[in-house]
């Protein structure tokens, strides 16, 4: 007869072989289950363009419309979805500079910002380059998603969603705050 400790080790055992099995089936269904993204991005206008008061770098902020459904993006794997608009340039010298200028986090409960409907959306964070190199230049839009799943690796999903050019000359902002 098998004594009591081996019994509960072997049904530990079996327990913790359930349990890694189902983990692994709920990343590989998340991994098939993942859609194509689809996103309406349009530029209203850059309000603000200018060198930085405190520090020595250009910045520009503009507002946008941005349109977008997520919930076909949920599933029973998926805990957390966080967008992000990245501006993606260039430098004179050939480097990548990529700027996150907006983002959000979304929970799988907030049923009410699933669907995104921006309209007249300022950017939250400034668009900046030190090497003052953003007078017109032209910028490639991005939307990011980034997949918090409950089990299983996290993923990102990127759509290049538009492009255009930073003025030529500087915007006077004398009553902005920064």
């Known amino acids: 007869m098998h004594s009591i400790f081996k019994r509960y080790s072997k049904i530990l055992s079996l327990t913790i072989i359930c349990l890694a099995f189902l983990c692994v089936f709920n ?5 098939l289950l993942r859609k194509s993204l689809s996103v309406e991005f349009e530029l209203e206008q850059v309000y ?22 997520l919930s076909k993006h949920y599933n029973w794997n998926i805990d957390r979805i966080i967008p992000s608009l ?6 004179n010298d050939g480097r990548k500079n990529e700027i996150t200028v907006w983002d959000d986090l979304i929970t ?11 309209k007249s959306q300022k950017s939250k964070y400034f668009l900046t380059d030190v090497n003052k190199e953003l007078r017109n230049k032209t910028v490639t839009v991005l939307f990011n998603l980034s ?6 690796f ?9 492009s255009f050019t930073l003025p030529l000359s500087y915007i ?3 009553k902005i705050k920064h």
């Open 108 to 118: 799988r409960k907030d049923f009410s910002h699933h669907i995104i409907n921006l």
């Open 48 to 69: 603000l363009f200018g060198k930085h008061r405190y520090f020595d770098e250009e910045i520009a902020k503009f507002s946008f419309n941005l349109k977008t459904d």
């Open 172 to 174: 006077p902002h004398h």
């Open 27 to 31: 990343w590989i269904t998340g991994v």
């Open 147 to 152: 997949f918090m799943p409950i089990i299983g």
């Open 154 to 162: 996290v993923h990102k999903q990127t759509l290049e969603v538009g």
């Open 86 to 91: 990245n501006i993606k340039f260039n430098s």
